[in-house]
């Protein structure tokens, strides 16, 4: 009777034991990240996607107090698009948008540049700039309404020194009011603006800035020419963040102005929580919501495809 010779392919014991760890620790390191993050992806499928899905919904349907169901088309956007109200928190948004981010960048990168010629008490300085970022917009807004009272902040200390005349009633004009929440903005953001820009002065290489010096360019030039274009990719990242403040800015108008006087500072956020819980008209509400996403789209969009480009093309 012939024997036939174990396998090749067959462990021992020894060697099953032995291999055993080895797959339950791949098993480990190829499942458990993914179940240590799919309660956080779950979360945010339903909560933040989920939410955007039913609230599109709700916008093509006549709600009122309750959600109904049933659909009745873009009446609503009509209907938006129908009221002066809309528009001047348009408009509104426009002028703290555009000026909110564009004082940011100027005094963030004036402060950053400042910062970066290794002058004393950097550290000091650089936590009061920052300071402001600590504090929410409800005490931002609180504080600077104190501040630009007539009765009670600047106004009455200034004519206090002497100044009977002077006038910073902005506040209360309605012609002006939209610019105080611009200036509470600029002092609460733009010490994060300095960070931002500071973290990428200190990442520029020196040895091309001491290049640029022995050929004898002046510290403007270099600055000009060399160090804010090498700065781009945090221009993208402040602008980025700087657009998502403006948009969704509610807390820090509602604390300041409470989108008055009347209408003057009113913003869509504020609208688009009157409208949806105050005054019932949840269908009227979503569909500015909608309007609110689409206006985040058509900033962010363009931004992160255009640096994108950049990055496949190896700029």
């Given at each position: 009777?012939?024997v036939?010779?174990?396998?090749?392919t067959?462990?021992?014991?020894?060697?099953?034991?032995?291999?055993?760890?080895?797959?339950l620790?791949?098993?480990?390191?190829?499942?458990?990240?993914?179940?240590?993050?799919?309660?956080?992806v779950?979360?945010?499928?339903l909560?933040?996607?989920?939410f955007?899905?039913f609230?599109?919904?709700?916008?093509l349907?006549?709600?009122?107090?309750?959600?109904?169901?049933?659909?009745?088309?873009?009446?609503?956007?009509?209907?938006?698009?129908?009221?002066?109200?809309?528009?001047?928190?348009?408009?509104?948004?426009?002028?703290?948008?555009s000026?909110?981010?564009?004082?940011?960048?100027?005094v963030?990168?004036?402060?950053?540049?400042?910062?970066?010629?290794?002058?004393?008490?950097?550290?000091?300085?650089?936590?009061?700039?920052l300071?402001?970022?600590?504090?929410?917009?409800?005490?931002?807004?609180?504080?600077?309404k104190?501040?630009?009272?007539?009765?009670?902040?600047?106004?009455?200390?200034?004519?206090?020194?002497?100044?009977?005349?002077f006038?910073?009633?902005?506040?209360?004009?309605?012609?002006?009011?939209?610019?105080t929440v611009?200036?509470?903005?600029?002092?609460?953001?733009?010490?994060?603006?300095?960070?931002?820009f500071?973290a990428?002065l200190?990442?520029?290489?020196?040895?091309?800035?001491?290049?640029?010096?022995?050929d004898?360019a002046s510290?403007?030039?270099?600055y000009?020419?060399?160090?804010?274009?090498?700065?781009?990719?945090?221009f993208?990242?402040v602008?980025?963040?700087?657009?998502?403040?403006?948009?969704?800015?509610f807390?820090?108008?509602?604390?300041?102005?409470?989108?008055?006087?009347g209408?003057?500072?009113?913003?869509?956020?504020?609208?688009?929580?009157?409208?949806?819980f105050?005054?019932?008209?949840?269908?009227?509400?979503?569909?500015?919501?909608m309007?609110?996403?689409?206006?985040?789209l058509a900033?962010l969009?363009?931004?992160?495809?255009?640096?994108?480009?950049?990055?496949?093309?190896?700029?």
């Open positions: 009777m012939s036939i010779p174990p396998s090749s067959t462990l021992s014991p020894a060697q099953s034991q032995a291999s055993l760890p080895d797959r620790r791949s098993l480990a390191d190829l499942w458990l990240p993914r179940l240590v993050l799919s309660p956080t779950f979360a945010s499928l909560f933040v996607y989920g955007i899905a609230t599109a919904y709700l916008s349907t006549d709600s009122r107090i309750m959600p109904n169901y049933e659909l009745t088309g873009f009446g609503q956007y009509q209907a938006l698009f129908d009221l002066d109200r809309w528009w001047v928190s348009a408009a509104n948004l426009g002028i703290f948008g000026l909110f981010i564009l004082i940011c960048l100027a963030g990168l004036a402060l950053a540049v400042f910062l970066d010629q290794k002058i004393r008490l950097e550290g000091a300085l650089r936590a009061i700039y300071y402001p970022m600590a504090l929410s917009f409800i005490v931002t807004g609180a504080a600077w104190w501040i630009l009272n007539p009765g009670l902040g600047l106004e009455k200390m200034v004519r206090e020194w002497g100044f009977p005349n006038s910073m009633d902005w506040l209360v004009d309605s012609d002006f009011a939209i610019y611009v200036i509470a903005g600029v002092w609460q953001s733009s010490g994060f603006v300095m960070a931002l500071l990428g200190r990442g520029v290489d020196d040895s091309i800035i001491k290049a640029a010096m022995v004898g510290l403007p030039t270099i000009r020419r060399i160090v804010i274009p090498a700065l781009r990719p945090v993208f990242s602008l980025l963040v700087l657009s998502h403040i403006a948009i969704k800015s807390d820090l108008v509602m604390a300041l102005t409470a989108g008055g006087p209408t003057s500072s009113d913003v869509p956020a504020i609208f688009m929580y009157q409208f949806s105050t005054r019932g008209q949840l269908g009227l509400g979503a569909a500015s919501a309007m609110m996403l689409m206006t985040v900033v969009v363009p931004l992160i495809y255009l640096e994108t480009k950049e990055a496949r093309h190896g700029h």
